[in-house]
Nanobody, 122 residues
Framework: QVQLVESGGGSVQAGGSLRLSCAAS????????MGWVRQAPGKGREGVAS???????TYGDFVKGRFTVSKGNAKNTLYLQMNGLKPEDTAMYYC????????????????WGQGTQVTVSS
């Protein structure tokens, strides 16, 4: 089983920055791919960024160079550096993970954290 815990959310003014972190407390797969997904009130989930097992990264079109996803030095940790935040970035941000073999085939995540709220005011 994989347990994911996010932290680092909060309320900031437009143009501000936040750094989200995620850690997997347990992991039974050989390789774990991790990413960030967000969901605004009344809207569906939207992929933000992900890291493949080879270290390559993928971003949603909306980040426009403002966000950076990275793996931590510790095993199975993930960060999301968010700069130049906009009100439309307001959402619950979830850390998500999946076995990399499954993720590469499907683009789906199997495991989800509890979410951390990001609120950006104008």
């Amino acid at each position: 089983q994989v347990q994911l815990v996010e932290s680092g959310g909060g309320s900031v003014q437009a143009g501000g920055s936040l750094r989200l972190s995620c850690a997997a407390s347990t992991y039974t797969y050989s390789s774990l791919c991790m990413g960030w997904v967000r969901q605004a009130p009344g809207k569906g989930r939207e992929g933000v960024a992900s890291v493949n097992d080879d270290g390559s990264t993928t971003y949603g079109d909306f980040v426009k160079g403002r966000f950076t996803v990275s793996k931590g030095n510790a095993k199975n940790t993930l960060y999301l550096q968010m700069n130049g935040l906009k009100p439309e970035d307001t959402a619950m941000y979830y850390c998500a993970a999946a076995d990399c073999g499954f993720w590469v085939r499907t683009g789906l995540y199997n495991y989800w954290g509890q979410g951390t709220q990001v609120t950006v005011s104008s």
